[in-house]
């Protein structure tokens, strides 16, 4: 079978940093993808990782060990802003996502 | 804003009853996939076409069908309603198929239709 996991729930302050990691079973697997949702919105792209290593764009950063099926996104910085769910989802040759259940950030002052 | 479009934003109907939801792709993009996000169940795909031909079927029941039209707009039909099919269901739009690299393969997803039937 295919499955995500990722925590369902991290709780922060305001210039902190979290770190949201995902481990992953599936077949086919071409890239690690991360999306954020704020509540009601659509989901929104913020990195994707095909191959091993650190991808940096801006305060978000994401990871990727395929051979450990393992990845993390890295928030810097953090604003309340950035309180929503965030989902890594894993990017199959040609076809859809498959999404992990989301972690709420909850970012406090 | 994505690109993305869908109608309509909310959709309020009785079980038994039948709804088309509708997407617009993002313009040049070729593929359009379904999601339904419910609370317990998370992002969960549905169907992805292709330049108009179906290419990848997910987690869509049997009552559910959609199809892509020559102008690349999607519709996914739902009938037979159920209380448990009260959602949000979003589209997604990208460029193509993996082959490019991931800019051509990024989603991007519409605003979504909440579905509440009663």
């Known amino acids: 079978g295919q499955s995500l996991e990722q925590p369902s729930e991290v709780t922060a302050v305001e210039g902190a940093i979290v770190q949201i990691n995902c481990t992953y079973q599936?077949?086919?697997?071409?890239?690690l993808s991360w999306y954020q949702q704020h509540d009601g919105g659509a989901p929104t792209f913020l990195s994707y990782?095909?191959?091993?290593g650190l991808e940096e764009t801006g305060r978000f950063s994401s990871f990727l060990s395929r051979s450990d099926s393992y990845g993390y996104l890295l928030l810097q910085e953090l604003q309340m802003k950035d309180s929503a769910s965030y989902f890594c989802?894993?990017?199959?040759?040609?076809?859809?996502?498959?999404f992990g259940k989301g972690t709420t950030l909850s970012v406090s002052s | 804003d994505s690109g993305v479009t869908q109608t309509p934003k909310h959709l309020i109907t009785a079980t038994g009853q039948r709804v088309t939801l509708r997407c617009s792709p993002r313009?040049?993009?070729?593929?359009v996939y379904w999601y339904q996000q419910s609370l317990d169940q998370g992002l969960q795909f549905l169907i992805q076409?292709?330049?108009?031909?179906?290419?990848a079927k997910g987690n869509i029941l049997e009552r559910f069908s959609a199809q892509q039209f020559p102008d690349l707009h999607s519709e996914l039909n739902l009938s037979s309603l159920e209380l448990g099919d009260s959602a949000l269901y979003f589209c997604?739009?990208?460029?193509?198929?993996?082959?490019?690299?991931?800019?051509?393969?990024?989603?991007?997803f519409g605003p979504g239709t909440r579905l509440l039937v009663l």
């Open positions: 997604a739009s990208s460029a193509r198929l993996a082959g490019g690299g991931p800019k051509e393969e990024t989603q991007y």
């Open positions: 599936t077949s086919g697997f071409y890239g």
């Open positions: 990782n095909a191959l091993d």
């Open positions: 989802a894993v990017n199959q040759a040609g076809t859809a996502l498959i």
């Open positions: 313009s040049g993009d070729l593929s």
């Open positions: 076409y292709y330049n108009g031909e179906e290419r």
